[in-house]
């Protein structure tokens, strides 16, 4: 049975962080998405992450038409009152020097640093890199 997870701050709420399983991948980087809701009355920005699965994690654009390329962020900004998926094919936050691999049905945990917020801990799912799309979160 699927459920779902998150966490929730006074003003943010982090919904389903997830990533795609990486075992037998050679790649060492793999995307993370999530979707955060700014139920504050002020804007906040999401500034970055770390995790000891990862050497580094970068905030990342929306992969380019054409391309597939994505460009590193400084910032991701949530208005207040609305909310940002961290997605395919919009902003991810991008591991690198991954420690080891991601099997299926694994979870690690992921420090995100908000401007206002501050640092909020979540948990990353780890989920199957099948042939069907991803379900929506």
Do not use: C
Request: proline residues 8%; charged residues 25%.
């Amino acid at each position: 049975m699927a459920h779902a997870h998150g966490v929730k701050t006074k003003t943010i709420e982090i919904v389903h962080p997830w990533t795609y399983e990486t075992a037998g991948d050679p790649e060492p980087s793999a995307p993370v998405f999530l979707k955060i809701k700014n139920r504050g009355r002020q804007s906040d920005r999401l500034l970055g992450a770390v995790t000891t699965r990862a050497t580094a994690v970068e905030l990342r654009g929306a992969p380019q038409p054409g391309s597939g390329a994505t460009k590193r962020v400084a910032a991701i900004e949530i208005k207040a009152g609305e909310a940002v998926e961290l997605s395919p094919s919009g902003y991810a936050l991008q591991l690198s020097g991954v420690t080891k691999p991601f099997p299926p049905y694994d979870s690690f945990t992921m420090t995100l640093t908000f401007e206002r917020a501050g640092k909020i801990d979540v948990e990353v799912l780890v989920e199957e890199r099948s042939g069907a799309a991803p379900h929506k979160h």
